[in-house]
């Protein structure tokens, strides 16, 4: 079939502009012909304090090859032109990775006038920080859909309060196949535990409630990475009021995907303290590295982890998140999590993208089936 994403791609980085990237390039290796209609200008830089855009030489995955990047969020025009385009797909496939693009997109989808099948993929149904509005926009823009492609079945249900659009729920697949590297082995529960906080830090990901935990737990040495959209001394301030001051090491500031093997091999537990998530790519990215982690029983972060490749806390109450780290520091525990996170089948990351593009796929031949 002709498909048209619309979405995020390389110079943008993260993780939905790779799901974007890799997305098209799987539904293209499944057989069908398609092109990315992508973003010149994403965002007011204001909304955005951190790194927008990698180097156009240094992208984070492969670049997709039939991308064209004229959507602009200043430019009204430029989003009726593109749906004006997108009349030659037969489906069109619209990344939604914040209500920020939701009127853009109503107004491409206005203009594309009912000429294709449209398949709304929200990475987040509602924000987690959300604003006025938000939901307002978001029941329109559901409203304006064929279909909707949701990660969770908590978010298949928010969407279900929002719109009478049939929903599809599928696993998120990972993006970037991290090399795994050894754990070290745990000798003591009384040796240093190094947890590793990857990613933007801001007020949902948790990450004060993890330095919390830490002051219970001394055997934790704690590294934040990622760019803060909160002012960092804040991290320090709180972790100066809690006495770990001396455990923390700040790394501010985008990490590169050439950093990441090392970043996540010198840790032993990566950290998803989240107050809310749908899901992580993060979770992802521990287990290619070889990583167990310590989670918050949000959105599908307790299903992924199992009692097998990880610890969950019985809630995001530093309390319990203390409770979970400290059964990581057990070495009987840690060694088994760690052991099983290794023998994670790696075939799965293939077959997780796989099916994801299947499960396009049954979405497509129901619409065809209904035609």
Not at 316 to 322: F, G, L, S, T, V
Not at 326 to 342: F, H, I, T
Request: charged share 20%; hydrophobic share 45%.
């Amino acid at each position: 079939m002709r498909i048209a994403v619309v979405g995020p791609t390389h110079p943008y980085k993260g993780g939905i502009a790779q799901h974007t990237t890799r997305l098209a390039h799987e539904l293209a290796r499944a057989g069908h012909d398609v092109y990315l209609e992508s973003w010149s200008r994403q965002y007011p830089a204001a909304m955005y304090p951190g790194q927008l855009t990698v180097p156009d030489d240094q992208p984070e995955i492969p670049v997709f090859p039939r991308v064209l990047r004229r959507l602009a969020w200043y430019s009204p025009w430029s989003w009726w032109a593109a749906g004006r385009r997108l009349r030659r797909a037969e489906v069109v496939i619209v990344v939604v990775a914040s209500t920020v693009q939701v009127l853009p997109y109503l107004v491409l989808l206005a203009a594309l006038g009912g000429r294709a099948h449209v398949v709304g993929l929200m990475h987040n149904v509602l924000p987690h920080e959300a604003r006025p509005g938000d939901r307002a926009l978001v029941r329109a823009f559901l409203g304006r859909v064929d279909q909707v492609l949701v990660h969770s079945p908590e978010q298949a249900a928010l969407a279900a309060s929002l719109t009478t659009t049939p929903t599809t729920t599928a696993v998120l697949p990972a993006n970037l196949g991290l090399p795994p590297t050894p754990p070290r082995r745990r000798t003591s529960t009384e040796e240093p535990l190094r947890v590793l906080a990857f990613g933007l830090v801001r007020p949902y990901k948790g990450v004060d409630l993890l330095v919390r935990a830490a002051a219970a737990v001394p055997q934790v040495r704690l590294t934040v990475a990622g760019e803060f959209w909160t002012p960092e001394q804040e991290l320090w301030d709180l972790a100066r009021a809690v006495g770990v001051e001396d455990r923390l090491t700040v790394r501010n500031g985008y990490v590169p995907t050439a950093d990441l093997p090392d970043l996540f091999g010198a840790a032993d537990l990566v950290a998803l303290t989240y107050r809310a998530a749908t899901g992580s790519g993060n979770i992802k990215l521990a287990f290619e590295a070889g990583r167990p982690v310590v989670a918050t029983p949000v959105g599908t972060l307790a299903e992924e982890v199992r009692g097998r490749y990880g610890v969950v806390a019985d809630s995001a109450d530093p309390a319990d998140i203390a409770a979970a780290l400290r059964r990581a520091c057990d070495p009987g525990e840690y060694d088994r999590l760690a052991g099983n996170v290794q023998r994670y089948p790696r075939e799965d990351y293939l077959r997780e993208w796989a099916d994801y593009v299947g499960t396009i796929d049954g979405m497509l031949g129901r619409r065809r089936a209904a035609r």
